[in-house]
């Protein structure tokens, strides 16, 4: 059994049109890429979806600039006019130029680390001594505590050597009476 054919018209119904394009996008990278190894050829393939998403492939060896230069040699027809290579040039120029700004800000924000991290040590320090402080007040505190138990133990110490005698007392549990 064959496969059936189909009329090569557009696919009206968008999700049919997707899928469609997925699975022949996929097979054209595919057969690309089998002739590639098979028969040792340079391929190239460039695929613009309707979206306008870029879908390329190129053969594990080579490049797809490389491939176009070729392509541009070999046909003689000019793929990048004299306004692209002088935009190409500009590029590289600004890339070169951000580098350089890119290596000279280095040691700026080397000091602005440095001037940060002055200040989060003097916010630490800040914070350490208002705990400090707060320690030494709730010691303090506990100190007045302790002194007014000691006076008050002095004061007790005091008032019960003031007794001349002391008192025996009979236990009242009979167990407990001395036996005589």
Not at 56 to 77: H, V, W
Not at 86 to 96: G, H, Q, T
Request: hydrophobic share 30%.
């Amino acid at each position: 059994m064959g496969r059936g054919k189909i009329e090569i018209r557009r696919i009206e119904n968008s999700t049919n049109r997707q899928v469609t394009f997925s699975k022949r996008r996929a097979g054209l990278v595919k057969k690309a890429r089998e002739i590639g190894v098979l028969c040792d050829a340079e391929v190239g393939v460039v695929i613009f979806s309707s979206g306008g998403k870029l879908y390329d492939y190129c053969s594990p060896r080579t490049s797809l600039s490389r491939i176009l230069e070729k392509y541009q040699t070999n046909s003689g027809k000019i793929l990048w006019d004299e306004k692209h290579k002088s935009l190409s040039a500009e590029i590289d120029r600004v890339k070169k130029e951000n580098d350089n700004m890119q290596i000279q800000l280095r040691p700026m924000e080397h000091w602005r680390m440095h001037k940060k991290n002055g200040e989060m040590l003097e916010d630490e320090h800040k914070l350490l001594s208002f705990r400090r402080h707060q320690q030494d007040v709730e010691l303090s505190g506990g100190m007045r505590e302790l002194e007014i138990g000691y006076h008050q133990v002095q004061h007790d110490r005091e008032f019960t050597s003031q007794m001349p005698f002391t008192f025996r007392v009979q236990p009242s549990h009979p167990n407990l009476q001395d036996d005589q």
